[in-house]
């Protein structure tokens, strides 16, 4: 079995209700039924407070996260695998994050896909049929390699030599993207997000608390203490 290039997605398909369908063009996806919005930038919105329990409910596909269930500070990310605001995030701030309050048992991050278009959507699908051990460390790579498969005229092979290095068979890969329920229950995960006022991304929920825009670690540091401290 070889990857498909051409289609990326062999054949069409219409999913159920609420998610994009799919069609050949060219070396890639048609991407009908969400529009796409602009990564966010750092902003100055009104902070925005949700119901955490509302926050908390787990999507159909469970939740992806890192850190002590226990921790005193939550961090519920919203993000597009192909946003460079969130690929920036997740390359200059959240190893530190990782090192100082997640791996200490202070923060847990909860990671959840609100793919901008086709191909985030189907580098979120690569990273959910992934080993869950392997979730957090494989979608590092898909971000630090983003300028690589994002922009690419054969985001398919790229994508691929990625997955690969996480077990991934040409017949795994190409099945996981053809997988309706993983994408409903992705695409399920991003309009709950819109239930939260979610826009763009990357966007965080600190405690229940709504943050817009992709801040350097020293900012999203000063804000984590501040619950650490309250």
Request: proline letters at 6%.
């Amino acid at each position: 079995m070889t990857i498909n290039r051409r289609k990326f997605i062999s054949g069409s398909a219409t999913f159920a209700a609420g998610v994009p369908m799919f069609t050949a063009l060219g070396t890639g996806l048609s991407w009908a039924g969400h529009p796409s919005t602009p990564g966010a930038a750092p902003g100055n919105e009104p902070q925005v407070k949700v119901s955490i329990d509302e926050l908390m409910k787990p999507g159909p596909l469970g939740e992806m996260s890192e850190g002590s269930e226990d921790a005193p500070v939550t961090i519920v990310e919203y993000a597009s695998m192909t946003c460079p605001h969130c690929a920036r995030f997740h390359n200059t701030v959240y190893p530190k994050l990782k090192e100082k309050y997640i791996d200490t048992g202070k923060v847990r991050l909860i990671m959840r896909e609100f793919p901008l278009d086709r191909l985030a959507l189907a580098a979120a699908m690569l990273a959910r049929c992934a080993d869950k051990k392997q979730f957090f460390s494989l979608t590092t790579v898909l971000y630090k390699q983003q300028p690589v498969w994002a922009r690419s005229k054969d985001p398919a092979t790229e994508l691929f030599k990625i997955v690969k290095l996480a077990g991934f068979t040409e017949e795994k890969f190409n099945t996981c993207l053809q997988d309706k329920k993983i994408a409903q229950g992705v695409v399920d995960v991003k309009n709950t997000g819109i239930k939260f006022q979610v826009q763009s991304t990357p966007t965080f929920f600190i405690n229940g608390i709504k943050l817009n825009g992709a801040l350097g670690f020293e900012d999203f540091e000063k804000l984590v203490l501040q619950h650490l401290n309250s």
